[in-house]
């Protein structure tokens, strides 16, 4: 059984000896109800996702919120308890690991110490029974494709850990996966590198149309890369939506506080979906939450409060960070509570801490949440 | 995660960072360098003397041409013939069952590597002749009254060193992720046993073949109760018709095991050294350094 390429797919033989034609674009993933416990711990708890074809959708969460667990049943290394995973329509639950057709790149360096960057590109084409000569010649385009042709004769002690995450990314991309998985694969690497392969695998990705599901607990990596964010906790999916949604309209409490930064204030809850805080009435964005009227907490965005400077207004301002183009103040209110309210740069200036301002709530819809 | 260097007592512990970042450093040897220089000579010639002068005294009793005769002395093929083949059928039989079960203790069972540190000692402990009954009640019939059921006697006592060469050797690397990666990538666990993990094992593997070698080419305790002349037992058995003969077999065993082990550590070491592997010491295993980001 040969193997040959033409434009964008690869036509090879299957382990299992039947001729299937996998393309690069196109597959479609859906996670039904999936549940799975640990002992006592539910680590996934009824998730569902669907994925359109050429997508990436990055779970967001803290750590045990069973992102990775999800990511693992999806790579066949763990088996749900209960639900099932579809790639294009067919359930794959059955189906072993290493016949599922899915790239991965894991968190920590996963590399073969014992293979070459290009040997390891090519492992996967060799596990395809692809000839060496066609498989050493992907896998060079590979490499030249991560831009890493000139190490292509390095071994993984010799990469550095970006360079590594690079190889394993295009080791994942050599065998033209269905599904690619990322299993939070920049942690482990320092900031500006980070930021560089985030764009690369973003670019790389977007140029294959590579359904992709990527698993990470930094939030900017998510908003920044995904098509959609799932946020999750405790196993369950908080929201699943486009970055701009998730931060403009968070659905709850959770994923508003998880996403961005939040400010928390005291207010009362009204009847007939407006509540009452720093002195003014404003629409409720989230009327059907289980919070009865009484004392409730306002969240609010640094940016969506207002702020005047003014002589014994109701706050003081007690720290002030520059952040580049803004500037987060930070205020201290009446009854002990302190927000952080961003305003441009030059503006700023003007908030020396010891400032006495007046903080407002502008009409917009805010979110309340239980008093904390 | 954690890179173990040096099991046998040193169990070093690296952190993921330290192999990624600064890896390079080796922190118990570190302050070597801070000791005065004169000591460690010092040292180095008391062991010297210590080791060295023994065997000098001996190769004076024996003379030059007691070494010429050795070879020509009854028994001599015989005996060599025979201890070097029960080391390959022993060092065969050793990594067969010692390899995959360690793998799989580190892949599926964790838990029990405690476990399984405390129940590979006991050959240490249990004295060598209540071994010798518990093989003889459990032995194959076929083969008591041949010499082979001695490898089975010597894979026991080998398995201390082999389990804890090769049990290194796993904690050196990330065993769960290669593993898995090379799933991901379509090889099922033949492959991923053959291409990935034992590769990646050669540093390991030969210091548990070195260890289990030298275990069985030195053994004579067992070898004399069962009534077998291996080569330990045929020099004691000389001995006593011919000293001289006796001294310079020793000392040529001594040595030939010697330049065997030194070829097996040589050879390994150039071979992991190339793919960037540690060099090859009986206990100390190779550990993959990275330069960081």
């Known amino acids: 059984m040969t193997a040959h390429i033409t434009g964008n797919t690869t036509s090879n033989a299957a382990a299992d000896g039947t001729r299937q034609v996998t393309g690069s674009r196109g597959t479609s993933v859906v996670l039904q109800n999936l549940s799975r416990a640990f002992g006592a711990t539910k680590a996934l708890d009824g998730l569902s996702i669907e994925m359109a074809p050429g997508e990436l959708v990055a779970l967001l969460g803290p750590s045990g919120c069973g992102k990775t667990t999800a990511l693992r049943i999806v790579a066949g290394f763990e088996i749900a308890d209960s639900g099932s995973v579809l790639v294009d329509g067919k359930d794959i639950s059955t189906i072993p690991a290493a016949k599922r057709d899915m790239g991965m790149v894991f968190q920590s360096y996963s590399l073969f110490p014992n293979m070459s960057a290009l040997d390891n590109v090519a492992f996967g084409l060799r596990m395809r029974k692809v000839g060496t000569v066609n498989r050493r010649k992907q896998a060079g385009e590979l490499l030249d ?12 002690h010799q990469l550095s850990g970006g360079q590594q995450q690079r190889v394993a990314l295009a080791r994942a991309l050599a065998i033209e996966p269905r599904v690619l998985l990322l299993d939070e694969p920049l942690s482990a690497l320092d900031a500006k590198v980070r930021l560089q392969l985030r764009e690369q695998i973003r670019t790389l990705q977007q140029r294959l149309g590579t359904t992709t599901l990527f698993v990470t607990h930094d939030q900017e990596e998510a908003l920044s890369m995904a098509d959609r964010v799932g946020v999750m906790s405790q196993g369950k999916l908080e929201q699943i939506a486009a970055p701009d949604e998730l931060y403009d309209h968070p659905a709850t409490a959770f994923v508003a506080e998880f996403v961005g930064v939040m400010n928390r204030l005291p207010g009362e809850l009204q009847s007939g979906g407006m509540v009452t805080a720093l002195s003014s ?11 009865s009227p009484g004392p409730v907490d306002v969240l609010v965005r640094p940016e969506g ?10 706050g003081i301002v007690t720290t002030r960070t520059f952040l580049g183009s803004v500037t987060r103040v930070g205020v201290l209110l009446s009854g002990d509570v302190t927000v952080q309210i961003d305003k441009p740069s030059s503006e700023a200036a003007a908030l020396a801490p010891g400032t006495s301002v007046s903080v407002s709530l502008p009409p917009e819809p805010v979110l309340v949440t239980h008093r904390r | 995660m954690a890179a173990v260097a040096g099991r046998g007592g040193l169990g070093e512990k690296v952190s993921p960072q330290a192999r990624g970042g ?12 801070e000791r005065p220089a004169i000591w460690r000579w010092v040292v180095l010639l008391l062991a010297g003397v210590f080791f060295l002068l023994p065997l000098i005294v001996a190769f004076r ?17 015989s005996s ?24 799989y203790v580190h892949l599926r069972l964790p838990g029990i590597r405690r476990l399984m540190e405390g129940i590979t000692i006991l050959p240490i402990v249990i004295p060598p002749v209540v071994l010798i009954v518990g093989v003889l009640q459990i032995a194959p019939g076929s083969l008591k009254g041949t010499p082979y059921l001695l490898s089975l006697e010597y894979v026991i006592l080998a398995m201390p060193f082999a389990y804890r060469a090769i049990d290194a050797g796993l904690r050196s690397l990330d065993l769960k992720t290669i593993v898995e990666a090379s799933n991901s990538l379509g090889a099922g666990w033949l492959n991923t046993l053959l291409r990935v993990v034992l590769p990646n094992l050669t540093t390991a593997l030969l210091s548990a073949v070195v260890l289990t070698v030298a275990l069985v080419l030195g053994e004579y305790t067992m070898a004399s109760l069962a009534l077998f002349q291996t080569f330990p037992v045929w020099i004691y058995v000389n001995s006593q018709t011919s000293g001289q003969i006796s001294v310079a077999a020793s000392l040529l065993s001594l040595f030939v095991t010697w330049l065997f082990l030194m070829a097996i550590t040589v050879a390994g070491t150039r071979r992991s050294r190339s793919k960037g592997g540690g060099s090859v010491t009986l206990f100390t295993v190779a550990r993959q350094e990275t330069r960081g980001n």
Do not use: C, H, W
């Open chain 2, 80 to 103: 060599l013939g025979l201890s070097v083949r029960l080391a390959v059928v022993t060092t065969v039989i050793t990594i067969v069952l010692i390899l995959p079960t360690t793998v």
């Open chain 1, 281 to 291: 009435t404003v629409p409720v964005m989230n009327p059907d939450a289980d919070v």
């Open chain 2, 61 to 77: 009793f024996a003379g030059i041409k007691s070494f010429g005769s050795v070879i020509s002395q009854s028994g001599f093929t």
């Open chain 2, 22 to 33: 600064f890896g390079r450093g080796r922190p118990l040897r570190a302050n070597t360098a």
């Open chain 1, 305 to 314: 409060l207002a702020m005047q400077v003014i002589e014994n207004g109701n």
């Open chain 1, 145 to 156: 494709m991560v831009g890493l042709a000139d190490q292509a004769r390095q071994y993984p």
